[in-house]
């Protein structure tokens, strides 16, 4: 099955009940048994919903994975990886990441005994000499978030095969559309599925997928234990999102190249992170792990300080300052005092991610439109 059609028939099949085409929303909270612990697969819907299943058996065929457990929000999927791990274990993690995961390892993780090494991924150098005997796993996002550097999956999982350490790749930016982790040599894949997954920006939501059935065991007992689940709609959302995904991030990052190459050639812009330019440093990369380059990309005004960007950002009409990405709409944000606010900026700055940065989540609108309205911000 080709992945556009799994978008719409992974693990899916008309209700048996009624034939519809689509997943009932089961709003309940409990099941009825014919006897105690005697049930039809569910019990109490913390523990499992007709829905959420249904959800985790299509992002589980996009990911080729064997299963998928799904989560209230992005965050609650990372907490619940974190949490098969136990005090003295070591992470490595990319330095270059999402804010809130930084926020979530250093201010909850590291304060219960578990040590993070936060290195520059994309030279692998740098990953195999942070192992310890005590690595137990590595972060590896790719895209990174924000400055769109791009991580060798297949050289990190070998890494951490090596070390005995689990490999887990943060695939939202990319998508299961453009990247496929776990056939990449990664162990496990996780999504904030509030973003593409989702793409209109009205839920909130989190996956983690894999083959590993022990791990996947932990990650279940995390779901029952911790309860992190997203309620029967946010499901029912996220399955009808999923069914336009290809089509969306189509057309996305083909408005996304057109605009980093207009960006990239303009005179008031100093440098564009956008890893389908031939001048990005891991293009070739790109190429060879991705099936296409995105639909995310950053820049910076030449000579500007946070004021130019700050100013620039508030002028313009059709990206919405917003946090967020993935959606059908345009976004553009401040990831300094946004989206990576919680990291200090001592750590940003060591990282590359400047107070200057601009952030554009690309959406579907007409990219005429898009270039019209970047052009009129950059009017003075």
Same mark, same amino acid.
């Given at each position: 099955m080709k992945f556009n059609t799994k978008t719409i028939h992974a693990g899916q099949k008309p209700d048996e009940l009624t034939g519809a085409v689509m997943p009932p929303v089961y709003f309940t909270s409990t099941y009825v048994q014919a006897a105690p612990n005697q049930h039809q697969g569910y019990d109490y819907a913390r523990v499992g919903n007709p829905t959420r299943t249904a959800l985790e058996k299509l992002i589980a065929g996009l990911e080729e994975a064997d299963q998928c457990a799904c989560f209230s929000s992005g965050v609650g999927a990372i907490d619940a990886i974190m949490k098969t791990l136990k005090p003295g274990d070591h992470v490595i993690s990319t330095n270059d990441l999402y804010g809130g995961s930084y926020r979530l390892f250093t201010q909850v993780f590291e304060k219960y005994g578990i040590e993070f090494s936060f290195v520059d991924m994309s030279n692998i150098e740098e990953v195999e000499k942070s192992v310890k005997p005590s690595t137990k796993l590595m972060w590896?996002?790719?895209?990174?978030?924000?400055?769109?550097?791009?991580?060798?999956?297949?050289?990190?999982?070998?890494?951490?095969?090596?070390?005995?350490?689990l490999s887990v790749v943060d695939n939202t930016f990319a998508t299961p559309y453009l990247q496929q982790p776990l056939l990449l040599g990664a162990d496990t894949v996780m999504h904030s599925t509030t973003k593409y997954l989702g793409g209109h920006s009205d839920v909130i939501g989190g996956a983690v997928a894999s083959s590993d059935a022990d791990f996947m065991e932990k990650i279940r007992f995390q779901v029952k234990t911790t309860g992190a689940v997203p309620g029967p709609m946010d499901c029912y959302l996220l399955l009808r999102g999923i069914k336009t995904l290809s089509v969306r991030v189509e057309r996305s990052v083909y408005n996304a190249k057109i605009i980093a190459k #207009?960006?990239?050639? #303009?005179?008031?812009?100093?440098?564009?992170?956008?890893?389908?330019?031939?001048?990005?440093?891991? #293009?070739?990369?790109?190429? =060879?792990?991705?099936?296409?380059?995105?639909?995310?990309?950053?820049?910076?005004?030449?000579?500007?300080?946070?004021? =130019?960007?700050s100013l620039f950002m508030q002028k313009t009409k059709i990206f919405a300052l917003a946090e967020s990405l993935g959606g059908v709409e345009s976004l553009i944000s401040h990831p300094a005092?946004?989206?990576?606010?919680?990291?200090?900026?001592e750590v940003r700055e060591k990282a590359g991610l400047k107070d200057t940065l601009i952030r554009l989540s690309v959406g579907i609108e007409d990219v005429d439109d898009l270039l019209e309205d970047l052009e009129q911000a950059f009017d003075k």
């Open positions: 590896i996002e790719t895209p990174t978030n924000p400055l769109l550097r791009i991580i060798d999956i297949k050289k990190v999982a070998e890494i951490a095969k090596q070390a005995g350490a #207009h960006l990239n050639t #303009h005179e008031s812009v100093g440098c564009v992170h956008y890893p389908g330019l031939l001048s990005h440093l891991h #293009h070739e990369l790109a190429a =060879d792990q991705m099936s296409d380059f995105g639909a995310m990309l950053s820049f910076e005004l030449k000579d500007s300080t946070f004021e =130019d960007a005092s946004m989206t990576h606010g919680s990291i200090p900026k």
